[in-house]
């Protein structure tokens, strides 16, 4: 039987776990939220995506209030457009710039569509749109909106 003695680092070095958890804690760390700024959804590729193109990268887009106060509220605003194309001018940036003026926060949806995508890949992007802002990648110094998130589905 042999006896190995390693330190903590010297272990986490060879079995290759602290540049895993270096790698894990840099993609954890949030960034904080800008006016135009694009989150995608997922780090990767998306579950189920069929292609890199811009098609099958879900993402949101940030529209904040000129103001920000505690307890801002947010929506989710995706777009209608028969799940085949994206209303993205007056069903999305239209929608909030209005919801700014009200000032709330807005992140407008770029979800997956079809023919090449089917249900439920569209429902999926959604909830994985609230997962993030519920406290995924967004800053909890951030989400001001933190029991004040609704979706708005057109």
Known sequence: MHSYSFSRR??????????MSASLLARQQ?????????????SGPAPGALGTDDSDIPL??????????????????????????LAANHEGRQ???YLNSLSVAAFVLRYRLGPRYRHPIELGDAQRAI???NGGS???????WDSRLAVILQ
């Open 10 to 19: 010297e272990f986490l070095k060879t079995t290759g776990i602290a540049s």
């Open 30 to 42: 949030p960034v904080p939220l800008r006016d135009g700024q694009v989150i995608p959804l997922w």
């Open 60 to 85: 949101m887009t940030v529209f904040l209030p000129r103001t920000m106060a505690q307890n801002t509220p947010a929506i989710v605003v995706c777009p209608g457009g028969g799940y085949v194309q």
């Open 95 to 97: 929608v909030a710039s």
């Open 131 to 133: 997962r993030t802002l």
């Open 138 to 144: 967004i800053p909890r110094e951030s989400a001001l």
